[in-house]
């Protein structure tokens, strides 16, 4: 089957590059004429694992094809995806505008049927804006318009395309049925029937109630820690609860990246203008924004107070991603940057001159080794392998104190006390070493912040 994605984004070239290797011949349109002439050498302009090996293959098939003229995508298939971004406005509404020019350029060069195929995911009823947008410009030709959201996982996107829990498909005439079975045949994973603003809901709310957990068990660590229980053990004996799951169970810096934040914030849009209040998401919202503060107090609570060197390992939201989109690594740094500290930071994938304003007051580094000689404190953000992997007990010997947060709960707390380090993890009362009490912090504006007192 032919069929033209629109958008030559993270989504779309994962779904592009998928539905080649399903055997489909692809077009894939961006308005970018630099990412395109990028893409037909075979390069990926975002980082995820296998996606340009098999950009290439699908090239070398002649299976995948890119443009960036609009007209020729909506010739070239009868079927087109619409994969464009829908990032949030000040208001937490999700902005619309990528999406409303698609599909009104579809409509202007369209001649005969087409099924469109949002794949971005957009507030409940927009399938039906976009459909009668498209009928009233070109009223001579049939459009249907289907919701098929996305369930990637950043470092994941491939697998996750050919091997998913499930394919949900929203739509409002069941005579399109056979095609989308068609287009999806192959990949072995059962497809879910229902209306479009159902399916256009399903994404929200999945979103949402896996973020709610991140945010339920980082609240139960903050408690764990004043109540001496450790967090490890409560998600333990949470998720062996089959009705639970232990997935998502996992205490830390809390959640980030392009999509759950986002997805929260249009549902709580979404809620207000449709008069129905959500207090559990706005309290998970609130947990979530507060937790890299909490880390950033506990760090100065338990420096040395000489110290003046802070290493942070781990930029990106999550690890398998060069995205640092709503990362909490970087609400981090914005905290530490009030403090006259000198703050280096090392990430497999990010690199120095890396555009965030953020970053402007970090050194970044090309190893871990270069990030923690002579620092006074480690702060271990993103649970890349090769942090995870690496051999702690050599590295103690570069630093100049000791003291190890571990943000993500992923290094093993015995082996990093006999290696030397001052281990401390999110959800469980540290065994502080012998400090001074009384060591006021005080910020570049002038501020003075006295450490956590210690129970």
Known sequence: MKIAVIGAGYVGLVQAAGLAQLGHEVIVYDIKQSRIASLKKGLSPIYEPGLEEAIRRGIEEKRLFFTDQMEEAVFFAPVLF?????????????????????????????????????????????????????????????????????????????????????????????????????????IPAPILWMDRRSAEMVKYAANVFLANKISFINMMAELCESLSADVEMVSLGMGSDRRIGPHFLKAGIGFGGSCFPKDAFALMHMAREAGVPVPMIEAMMETNDRIPDRIVNRLLSLLPIQARRITLLGLTFKPGTDDLRDSPSLKVI????????????????VKEGTPHPALHSVSLTSTIQEAIEGTEAILLLTEWPEFTEADWIRLRRLVSHPLFIDGRNCLDEEKMKKAGF??????????????????PRESKDGTREAPASRK
């Open 82 to 186: 619409i994969t464009v971004g829908t990032p949030a406005k000040s208001t937490g509404e999700a902005d619309l505008s990528a999406v409303i020019a698609v599909a009104h350029q579809i409509a202007l060069f369209a001649e005969e049927e087409k099924m469109v195929i949002i794949k971005s995911t957009v507030p409940v009823g927009t399938g039906d804006k976009v459909e009668k947008m498209m009928r009233e410009i070109a009223p001579s030709v049939p459009f249907r318009v289907v919701s098929n959201p996305e369930f990637l996982r950043q470092g994941n996107a491939l697998y996750d395309f050919l091997l998913p829990d499930r394919i949900v498909i929203g739509l409002n005439e069941g005579e399109l049925t056979p095609l989308l079975q068609e287009i999806y045949k192959g």
């Open 334 to 349: 914005s905290h530490l940057a009030k403090y006259p500290y000198t703050l280096r930071a090392y990430d497999p994938l």
């Open 422 to 439: 001052q281990y401390i993890r999110i959800g469980k009362k540290p065994t502080l070493f012998l400090k001074t009490e009384g060591d």
